[in-house]
């Protein structure tokens, strides 16, 4: 591409983000003396503008260099040092998540945020045995999380069940639901598939929006209960005759032991889901999920049934989204149709596909670069999706294929001599 094509190309671009965020950026209603006043913000607009201006003209020059020149070599080494030395990385990084609460810099913001990092790193890894190992594009996967958050929570309220009575019964009832999910979608691929899942998650939305009686409706649940640790809850003042966790131990009382205790809770389940998954890519059951993947004719030609591996994927898949859930429930204390929104699902999909569809490596990073940008931009409230969206397009243009696109096949077969 020429200079004079580049720069028409970049013009073009900013013609069309001026049209885009014009009217929603630059023109917004407030309120003011119970009139809707129009403030003007062209400043933003015009910074917006250029840096998508900018942003294109480095896209066009990066397309116009050869990147396997430029990035092959790097990559490679980024992929073979993954590779080479996956355990002692994997051993680092679950020691400094052990250590981290105890880091000088961690306060409560920093724990809050690590452990909806560490959330939605358990999503993924769930979503990631369906989307990344199966190869079948769930749209809908927010739906199992809601389900494992209700039940807990139904549980909870009703039958004054402790967590970890409502945990498993949790990631049941989800498993159950991914069973009905798979049903109906044995015969579809693609892009069908992914619409009758999107489907699925808005009818459970739906029904816990509409459901007054059994799901509270919009209202919600309330006063779910916290975990304990062992039936030592995480009180000030224990009832007469009981002990908390702090007069259990004789330590002092603060807010911040009870975060702790969550934080460590979602590490143990994201390491379980992560154990979990890498056994089952390594049995019969794992290595029928990627053939499906990889070709579902070459797959039934071989022996494999289709339909049970598909509803394998979507079960197994679908408890830990139960799993996960339970964790929100009893962390919120509250559960309510809005937290189970499609955008939900979108942001769990997006850490699988940028992550790298089948890495659980790549599942950790993008957890952290997404939800870490919608952190940093939060004061920012109206760029923060702009962020987020920017982001991802970004990856996808210069990492199509996720931040660690290699997936290791389970099985080698040894040259012949």
């Known amino acids: 591409m020429n200079i004079q094509k580049n720069i028409k190309d970049a013009f073009l671009t900013g013609l069309i983000s001026l049209a885009l965020f014009g009217p929603i950026v630059g023109l917004k209603t407030v309120a003011e003396n119970e009139k809707l006043v129009i403030e003007q913000h062209w400043d933003t607009v015009f910074f917006l503008v250029v840096l998508t201006i900018v942003g294109r003209i480095i896209i066009n020059i990066y397309r116009e260099k ?14 073979n040092f993954f590779d080479e030395q996956g355990k002692q990385i994997a051993i680092t990084s679950i020691a400094f998540a052990f250590v981290f609460p105890f880091l000088p810099f961690t306060d409560r913001y920093v724990m809050d945020v690590s452990i909806m990092i560490l959330t939605y790193v358990m999503l993924g890894w ?5 989307v990344g190992l199966a190869g079948l594009l769930d749209l809908g996967y927010v739906a199992f999380y809601a389900v494992g958050a209700y039940s807990y929570a139904l549980l909870a309220t009703t039958f004054g069940w402790s967590f970890w009575i409502c945990l498993p019964l949790a990631g049941v009832f989800a498993a159950f639901f991914g069973i009905l999910l798979g049903f109906p ?19 459970i939305r739906v029904i816990l929006l509409n459901w007054y009686e059994f799901t509270g409706g919009p209202d919600g649940i309330t006063g779910i209960p916290r975990p304990s640790f062992f039936g030592l809850p995480f009180t000030r003042y224990p009832e007469e005759g009981t002990h908390s966790f702090h007069t259990f131990f004789g330590l002092e009382y603060s807010s911040m032991q009870r975060i702790f205790f969550l934080y460590y809770l979602i590490l143990i389940l994201a390491l379980i889901t992560n154990f979990f998954t890498i056994r089952m890519r390594k049995l019969p059951v794992g290595r029928a999920w990627e053939a499906l993947r990889e070709d579902e004719i070459a797959c039934k030609s071989l022996g494999v049934n289709p339909t049970n591996t598909k509803l394998t994927a979507f079960a197994i898949g679908a408890m830990f989204g139960g799993f996960a859930g339970s964790f929100f429930a009893t962390r919120q204390a509250f559960v309510s149709p809005e937290s189970f ?5 979108a942001i769990i999909v997006a850490i699988v596909v940028l992550g790298g569809m089948g890495s659980q490596t790549g599942v950790v990073l993008a957890s952290i670069f997404l939800i870490g940008i919608t952190e940093v931009f939060r004061e920012l409230e109206q760029f923060r999706m702009v962020a987020f969206g920017l982001a991802m397009v970004l990856i996808m243009v210069f990492k199509p294929k996720g931040i660690l696109a290699n997936r290791k096949p389970t099985i080698k077969l040894s040259e012949k001599t």
């Not at 990147?67 to 992929?79: A, Q």
């Not at 929104?341 to 699902?345: G, M, V």
């Open 185 to 203: 979608v044995l015969r579809l691929r693609g892009d069908y598939l992914a619409i009758v899942t999107l489907g699925f998650g808005e009818i």
């Open 126 to 130: 769930g979503l990631n045995i369906v």
């Open 341 to 345: 929104t499609f955008i939900e699902s």
């Open 66 to 79: 050869k990147p396997s020149s430029l990035f092959n070599k790097p990559k490679e080494k980024i992929l």
